[in-house]
């Protein structure tokens, strides 16, 4: 069925053009680069993935129950609306918010891909640029992958959220090359790789997991590659161009921590949307994810050197200001972890169904 059918709502045009004053940058300089940097590309080369092949999507998925999460998840739970709700309901509302989440997912790895390409564009440095190529393929795989999930197991999808797509505008928009690195790589792929994680450590549901979980793996070297780019150049600021970055982090971690709560979801439900946003605002669990929002976040500003007293009273209002202790590096060295548990599981269980069959097939013969 073609995407626009399956819709809740239609998008506004099928392209959404984003004007661009960056400038394509070549670099004449063919020598080896920084050693970190250059290993982070063989890394990329080196884990490149098939998601047709890797993912089992012949595993089965209740649209009425995609994600396998605790209902306790959804805003709704436990309001008057919820009482009211019967269980078809509910399964509805289930399927609403894994559209709704995979549907922000899928807007945001293609928006990830563009970032991508607009840095192997812009970036001074060619071991830069060698690297940005590999995390434009990740990303491209990325939204294949939540594509074919939105389109074969739910078979509904949300479009962009505004808040969103503004901020996603506001880093394609800007001409200073670092900028795609700073909206996309920290707050948004921080974002993403929040909520990655909170549904991939809760869900019971295998196909999900996998999908996450794979996923997770490849963000864990994109982060690293932010933090190691604009480490180094954020250094040369100057403090009014310090101060300029950290403003844009100030507003974009506002925006995502007040505005990307699903909304949408209940208004299609008949809820108004002042009552939609009341109940966002009155759900524990969404009070939780805020936290756990900017555990990538927070460090990873702080790693990269944007800490001034205004952004640093920003996150104490927002009460997140203490995640800046936190160790990304051990943070991004489980999301690696847990992939490669995940495939060792699935490959010893593959390898105990294949023995079984030749026990089976061999004792089939000796009958006979």
Request: glycine share 6%; net charge negative; charged share 25%.
């Given at each position: 069925m073609a995407t626009q059918e399956l819709y809740t709502s239609p998008p506004d045009g099928l392209n959404w053009r984003v004007p661009s004053a960056s400038s394509a940058r070549f670099s004449w300089e063919y020598d080896e680069g920084r050693e970190r940097l250059l290993a982070l590309y063989q890394k990329g080369k080196d884990k490149q993935w098939d998601g047709a092949k890797r993912i089992a999507w012949d595993l089965e998925v209740d649209p009425l129950d995609p994600l396998g999460t605790p209902d306790e998840s959804l805003t709704l739970h436990g309001t008057p609306h919820w009482a009211k709700m019967t269980e078809r309901d509910k399964g509805e509302l289930r399927k609403?918010?894994?559209?709704?989440?995979?549907?922000?997912?899928?807007?945001?790895?293609?928006?990830?891909?563009?970032?991508?390409?607009?840095?192997?564009?812009?970036?001074?440095?060619?071991?830069?640029?060698?690297?940005?190529?590999?995390?434009?393929?990740?990303?491209?795989?990325?939204?294949?992958?939540?594509?074919?999930?939105?389109?074969?197991?739910?078979?509904?999808?949300?479009?962009?959220?505004?808040?969103?797509?503004?901020?996603?505008?506001?880093?394609?928009?800007?001409?200073?090359?670092?900028?795609?690195?700073l909206g996309m790589q920290v707050l948004i792929e921080g974002l993403a790789l929040a909520a990655f994680g909170m549904i991939r450590d809760t869900t019971d549901k295998p196909l999900p997991k996998q999908i996450l979980a794979y996923i997770m793996q490849d963000e864990a070297r994109h982060v690293a590659f932010g933090r190691m780019a604009l480490r180094d150049y954020y250094k040369q600021l100057t403090d009014a161009e310090r101060r300029e970055r950290e403003e844009f982090v100030i507003e974009g971690c506002y925006l995502m921590r007040d505005r990307l709560r699903g909304v949408e979801v209940l208004e299609n439900f008949g809820i108004p949307k002042a009552q939609a946003q009341e109940y966002s605002e009155q759900s524990e669990?969404?009070?939780?994810?805020?936290?756990?929002?900017?555990?990538?976040?927070?460090?990873?500003?702080?790693?990269?050197?944007?800490?001034?007293?205004?952004?640093?009273?920003?996150?104490?209002?927002?009460?997140?200001?203490?995640?800046?202790?936190?160790?990304?590096?051990?943070?991004?060295?489980?999301?690696?972890?847990?992939?490669?548990?995940?495939d060792a599981e699935r490959f010893a269980a593959e390898e105990q169904e294949r023995v079984a069959e030749v026990r089976d097939a061999i004792a089939s013969g000796d009958s006979d």
């Open positions: 609403h918010y894994a559209s709704w989440q995979f549907s922000q997912f899928l807007h945001g790895e293609q928006g990830a891909m563009v970032c991508a390409a607009r840095i192997v564009e812009s970036v001074p440095d060619l071991d830069a640029k060698f690297y940005s190529a590999t995390q434009t393929m990740d990303e491209a795989r990325h939204a294949e992958i939540y594509s074919r999930f939105l389109h074969d197991k739910i078979g509904m999808l949300y479009p962009i959220n505004d808040d969103l797509q503004a901020l996603l505008g506001d880093t394609l928009r800007d001409s200073r090359w670092d900028m795609p690195y669990f969404l009070a939780l994810f805020r936290q756990l929002l900017f555990s990538r976040i927070v460090p990873c500003v702080k790693d990269i050197g944007l800490w001034g007293k205004r952004l640093q009273e920003a996150y104490v209002d927002m009460g997140v200001f203490e995640m800046g202790n936190a160790n990304l590096d051990q943070l991004m060295a489980q999301d690696e972890e847990i992939a490669e548990k995940l």
